[in-house]
């Protein structure tokens, strides 16, 4: 038997609390940390830490206990980790606590996830408005002109502004409301945008996210904003998301998807 689409957002709703969640997820970031050409202490960690042109550097002794994965010892000495920008990217760890180097425009970090973060300690799930098929919308996908893709200049969860890549927009109609949004190309085809709404701020969080399906070769795809999700800096400060582009802020209430972290 197929599942209704309300039987698929269920499990996608499911999907979302539960990976959030887990050990390493969004709810256990507890820092990102900005490193500079000179080695130094981060907080709460053994090491000295800095950046250079090929990535992240790291020097320590083998009783600090950090280790690389994949690696068979603990550190000893200096080690040279690849950021998730890397296709081999590394990641080291500390006992449970996980230690992701991170590229963004440039400048490299090391992000900390632990699992007995309070943010994760204290989550009760995520609100979300009740599945309405009314939602879920054609949409219709046009590219900016071939070559043409545009880098937006926007602010970020963190205060600074960053480059917004975006590659075209939908036009869709909603609660009798036609509108259109930028969006960029995901990796895999799909489409991705940052939206706010009427409701952002005061029932949802203060902007959403949204993935829709890989256009057809005439540009027809769904916009289904019962899948509208919360962004990663909802479950954790220390992530730099950004907020929506110029045109993205829909004047009327989207009542669909999710709403905001609920805490213990």
């Known amino acids: 038997m197929t599942a209704t689409a309300a039987e698929e957002w269920k499990h996608w709703s499911d999907g979302r ?5 887990t050990p390493h997820g969004q709810l256990a970031l507890t820092g990102t940390h900005w490193l500079e050409p000179e080695p ?3 907080a709460g960690l053994p090491g000295a830490w800095w950046a250079d042109a090929e990535g992240v550097r790291l020097r320590a002794a083998a009783a600090d206990g950090l280790t690389v994965a994949g690696a068979d010892a603990p550190v000893d000495g200096e080690v040279l980790l690849r950021p998730d920008t890397d296709p081999a990217a590394d990641t080291a760890a500390l006992g449970e606590v996980l230690l992701v180097p991170i590229e963004r425009e440039g400048e490299l970090a090391l992000r900390v996830f632990d699992p007995a973060s309070p943010r994760r300690a204290s989550f009760a799930g995520i609100s979300a408005y009740p599945y309405s098929p009314e939602w879920a919308v054609p949409a219709v996908f046009t590219p900016f002109e071939e070559g043409t893709g545009q880098a937006v200049l926007v602010p970020n969860a963190d205060g600074k502004e960053r480059p917004l890549a975006v590659t075209g927009r939908i036009a869709f109609t909603v609660a009798g409301e036609h509108r259109t949004l930028t969006v960029s190309r995901t990796g895999d085809g799909r489409l991705f945008g940052v939206i706010a709404d009427a409701t952002s701020g005061r029932d949802t969080y203060r902007f959403r996210f949204v993935t829709l399906p890989t256009p057809d070769a005439d540009g027809h795809t769904v916009l289904d904003l019962n899948r509208a999700y919360l962004p990663p800096c909802a479950f954790a400060d220390h992530f730099i998301c950004p907020f929506p582009p110029p045109g993205n ?16």
């Open 17 to 21: 609390a539960a990976t959030v969640s």
């Open 40 to 42: 130094a202490q981060i």
């Open 249 to 264: 802020r829909l004047d009327f209430a989207v009542e669909a998807g999710e709403k905001q972290v609920l805490t213990r």
